[in-house]
């Protein structure tokens, strides 16, 4: 498995991978297709990109760096992390926040997200975020 960078997103690639998302109960993956097309965040600005993982053909996984739009500029957010479920403990999402944080450090001093999901919030803080109370953009920090 190997982590590329998107260059331009094939949506009917990451179809099955939104489908399983919203199984889940997820809808963070169709708002980064959404979000896509309508040409609000391609992740094509200096210091953003958006990365998959595939299995062979398929798109089994998938984050996206940003600078954060409620931080300054040296602010760098971490957007849209998803792994298939018959793929997670796989050390994949742990690949894929490195991947992110490696990148991020080339253009941001403090990367930054959110979730509400105790279990994200878990796999956050085993990488070394520091986790934020009080604040309504972020629930996580990590100072590069």
């Not at 299995?55 to 998938?62: A, M, P």
């Amino acid at each position: 498995m190997i982590i590329s960078v998107v260059e331009q997103l094939k949506v009917h690639e990451l179809e099955p991978l939104v489908i399983r998302s919203e199984q889940e109960g997820f809808k963070h993956l169709q708002r980064l297709v959404n979000e896509y097309v309508a040409g609000e965040n391609t992740f094509s600005g200096e210091g953003e990109a958006l990365y998959i993982v595939r299995e062979q053909e398929q798109i089994i996984g998938v984050v996206g760096l940003n600078q954060d739009p409620f931080s300054d500029h040296s602010t760098g957010r971490i957007r849209r992390l998803y792994v298939h479920p018959d793929y997670r403990h796989l050390g994949i999402g742990k690949q894929l926040v490195q991947k992110v944080t490696s990148e991020a450090k080339k253009f941001y001093n403090i990367l930054v997200l959110y979730t509400n999901s105790e279990q994200a919030s878990q796999f956050y803080i085993q990488l070394a975020f520091k986790q934020e109370h009080g604040n309504p953009h972020r629930s996580h920090y990590k100072v590069l």
